[in-house]
C-alpha cells in the first residue's frame, strides 16, 4: 500500500507538511493549520514541490541557508488507500497513527487565478 506521512515543520513559518506517495515520490502540500481530524473542517493546502519517498523517514534540523531551514518531525504516518484522482479533486483514505479515514484535497483557482487547493476529512 502506498504511504502517507505529515511532517511539523518549524521554518519560516510554522505548519504541517502533508505527503502522499504517488508515482514514484511524496506529492507534498504545506498545511499551515495542520490536517483536520474532525468531519467538515476545511484548512488551506498549498501545493510545494515533490519529494523522494526517502523523505519520508526525514525527522531533524534543516541549517540555515537551505530549502525550508529549520526543525522537521514526523507528526503522523501510515498507509492510504486512493479512492479517486481526478484533475480538481484527490479522495483518499488514510490509516495512520492520528490520522484515520476518508479525506479529499480540492484543488481552486482564486479569483487572481492562483491554485490553490483545501484539504477536509469527508464522511464515507
Not at 21 to 47: C, F, H, T
Request: proline share 3%.
Amino acid at each position: 500500500m502506498p504511504i502517507f506521512v505529515v511532517q511539523e515543520h518549524w521554518a519560516t513559518t510554522h505548519h504541517f507538511d502533508f505527503r502522499l506517495e504517488m508515482d514514484g515520490v511524496l506529492k507534498s502540500w504545506a498545511v499551515p493549520k495542520g490536517v483536520p481530524q474532525e468531519y467538515g473542517v476545511k484548512r488551506l493546502a498549498l501545493r510545494v514541490e515533490d519529494h523522494s519517498l526517502e523523505y519520508a523517514n526525514f525527522s531533524g534540523v534543516i541549517p540555515e541557508g537551505q530549502y525550508g531551514a529549520g526543525k522537521v518531525t514526523i507528526w503522523d504516518r501510515g498507509t492510504y488507500t486512493l479512492i479517486e484522482n481526478l484533475e480538481k479533486r484527490i479522495k483518499f483514505n488514510l490509516k495512520g497513527g492520528r490520522l484515520n479515514g476518508t479525506y479529499n484535497l480540492i484543488r481552486f483557482q482564486t479569483k487572481e487565478g492562483k491554485e490553490q487547493w483545501l484539504i477536509m476529512k469527508v464522511r464515507e
